[in-house]
Every structure is written in C-alpha cells, then in structure tokens.
C-alpha cells in the first residue's frame, strides 16, 4: 500500500475531523498531494490538493474556509483538517497523489489512490 488514509469516523454537524494520510514512500514528499470524495450514488469529486513544498494550495468551493490541507515531509505524511462539518460532506475520502507541478482537479490527474476512509456527519 502506497497511500494509507486514515482519521475517519462519525461526527455531529459542526464537530471537527483530521484526516491523515501516510505515503509509504520518500519519493512522494515531491508529489503534488491531495483528498478527493465521493457520497452514496455521487461521483467523485476533488476537494483540496497542496503542492510539494506546501506553498501552493487549492480548495474546492465547497470546502473553502472550512478546510485545511497541509503536510509535513518529514513524516511523509498529507492532512485534511475538517471544521464546521456539515451532512453534505458525508463521503469515502480518498489520499491522491501525482508527479504534477501544478496540484490538478480532476481525478485522472491523479496516478495514486489510496483506499479510503468513511467520514459520516450526522444531522
């Protein structure tokens, strides 16, 4: 396993959550990373990406202000700090990876997926 998510679980409306994701690999401390979702009979949607060094980060609308992604190379490790949690955001979360310069949106961008982790928010 190349991408290990975890942090998941089950939260009220309004609680908070941090999703971290473990890359098995140095090599990805040069990758562009980043959190895609998908709900119950919805496809896959992007929700944020940060780049290699961590200066450059991108939020689907959805998420923005509520959100945060960063990383810490030295752990070879991706996080998404979720606030303010709503029902909608009720997905598999999945780690992504790619060798790109710039963080992408769309999911075929993305090379490496990792198995995903249930975030349920409850009303």
């Known amino acids: 396993v190349q991408l290990q998510a975890s942090g998941g679980g089950l939260v009220q409306a309004g609680g908070s959550l941090r999703l971290s994701c473990a890359a098995s690999?140095?090599?990805?401390?040069?990758?562009?990373m980043g959190w895609f979702r998908q709900a119950p009979g919805k496809e896959r949607e992007f929700v944020s990406a940060?780049?290699?060094?961590?200066?450059?980060?991108t939020y689907a609308d959805s998420v923005k202000g509520r959100f945060t992604i960063s990383r810490d190379n030295a752990k070879n490790t991706v996080y998404l700090q979720m606030n303010s949690l709503r029902p909608e955001d009720t997905a598999v979360y999945y780690c992504?990876?790619?060798?790109?310069?710039?963080?992408?949106?769309?999911?075929?961008?993305?090379?490496?997926w990792g198995q995903g982790t249930q975030v349920t928010v409850s009303s």
């Open positions: 992504v990876a790619t060798f790109s310069s710039i963080p992408p949106v769309v999911a075929g961008q993305y090379d490496y």
């Open positions: 690999r140095r090599a990805f401390n040069s990758a562009v």
């Open positions: 940060i780049s290699w060094g961590g200066g450059s980060t």
